[in-house]
């Protein structure tokens, strides 16, 4: 079995851990838009209620499009590290 963090260095060897700078951003990025959409459903139940669903409804589409597109991004900037890093 191989060790997936056999590339990194020993003393930070938890996956879970952000330790290149893209893998920073993105866990910022993430940070960002989870607590956008969260903002988005906490204004539908309380205080903008029937109302403002539409409203609601765009605003959280909107960061989740943001958000995806972040991970594709950030993912494809980590991948390539990753594979500089393999010498692939």
């Not at 893209?22 to 459903?41: A, D, P, R, S």
């Not at 409203?55 to 589409?61: E, G, H």
């Not at 594709?72 to 990753?82: E, L, N, P, Q, R």
């Amino acid at each position: 079995m191989t060790d997936i963090n056999a590339d990194k260095p020993a003393s930070n060897s938890s996956h879970l851990i952000p330790q290149t700078l893209w893998e920073k951003l993105y866990l910022g990025w993430f940070l960002i838009c989870f607590l956008m959409v969260w903002i988005g459903t906490w204004a539908v139940n309380k205080p903008i209620a029937v109302l403002g669903m539409p409203l609601v409804y765009v605003w959280c589409t909107s960061w989740g499009i943001v958000w995806l597109a972040g991970c594709w991004s950030f993912g494809t900037k980590i991948a390539a590290d990753d594979a500089a890093i393999k010498g692939e």
